[in-house]
């Protein structure tokens, strides 16, 4: 039986050929000889094959595509995804006093933070309803699914924010960390002269009907890598206030999300 040909994709040859022509260009002013080629293509052959390309795409491209994508807009400047998200979480529940309780074991170690937001439309509209995604890193510094033993939701999960487009949710102060640095990623940091060192923050993902999708990050004033976040990816407008209330650390941001 004849193999069906495949359909023509007229937007991957239009970008290819986008590529190839400043690829040409790049070529060309940087003087890349073959012997520098060859190098490169065996250090991307054990980057994938050490499983590193999603974490170096992240770290290294992906916040230039989003400043190049977003920079000049309005509305809330998007982050990093990161390497360390996951599908599928739970549903968060609100204590008594009415905020969302991220998911944590019986033992959780940290500073308790009481984050509190607000989503609007980049048209001043509250957005309702609005699903936020809500994740971030232990007090020993790691994800769950990840490089942690804890259970694969810990400090994860989902929830909506009220008719106002408010939300608060209880979890914990994140804390800075480094980016694994013992593989061919390590490797090219040497060759930077670069640390692998990112900022404390909070990641959140914001789903609303009629916008787009906005995934960002939340980072703490203070804190030492604010300056030299190895990914790039602290914007100013994401920078807020850990306000110490005794028993625990209270901070907000509000957030802006784009119509489709």
């Not at 359909?7 to 890349?32: C, D, G, P, S, T």
């Not at 054990?46 to 499983?51: E, N, Q, T, V, W």
Request: glycine letters at 8%; charged letters at 25%; proline letters at 6%.
């Amino acid at each position: 039986m004849q193999k069906q040909a495949a359909k023509k994709n007229e937007r991957v040859e239009e970008v290819f050929h986008l590529f190839v022509k400043h690829m040409q260009a790049f070529l060309k002013e940087a003087k890349i000889n073959h012997e520098e080629y060859t190098n490169f293509v065996n250090w991307a052959d054990r980057l994938g094959r050490s499983g590193e390309l999603p974490l170096f795409a992240d770290v290294f491209l992906e916040t230039h595509v989003l400043n190049a994508m977003y920079k000049d807009l309005p509305g809330t400047q998007p982050s990093l995804l990161g390497p360390y998200f996951l599908e599928g979480s739970p549903e968060l529940e609100k204590e008594p006093g009415g905020a969302y309780v991220l998911t944590q074991r019986p033992d959780e170690q940290g500073e308790v933070l009481y984050f509190k937001g607000n989503v609007s439309s980049v048209d001043g509209k509250p957005l309702g309803n609005t699903r936020v995604e809500f994740w971030e890193n232990d007090a020993t510094a790691k994800y769950s699914g990840f490089d942690s033993d804890a259970p694969r939701f810990n400090l994860r999960g989902h929830f909506y924010t009220d008719e106002n487009g408010d939300f608060v949710v209880k979890c914990f102060v994140p804390l800075p960390y480094s980016i694994p640095d013992q593989g061919p990623t390590g490797e090219f940091l040497e060759y930077m002269d670069q640390h692998p060192m990112r900022p404390a923050h909070l990641h959140l993902m914001f789903e609303a009907e009629g916008h787009e999708t906005l995934i960002t990050q939340v980072f703490f004033e203070g804190d030492e890598w604010l300056e030299s976040d190895v990914a790039q990816g602290v914007r100013k407008q994401l920078i807020t206030k850990l306000v110490d209330k005794g028993d625990h650390k209270e901070a907000s941001l509000n957030f802006v999300m784009r119509k489709k």
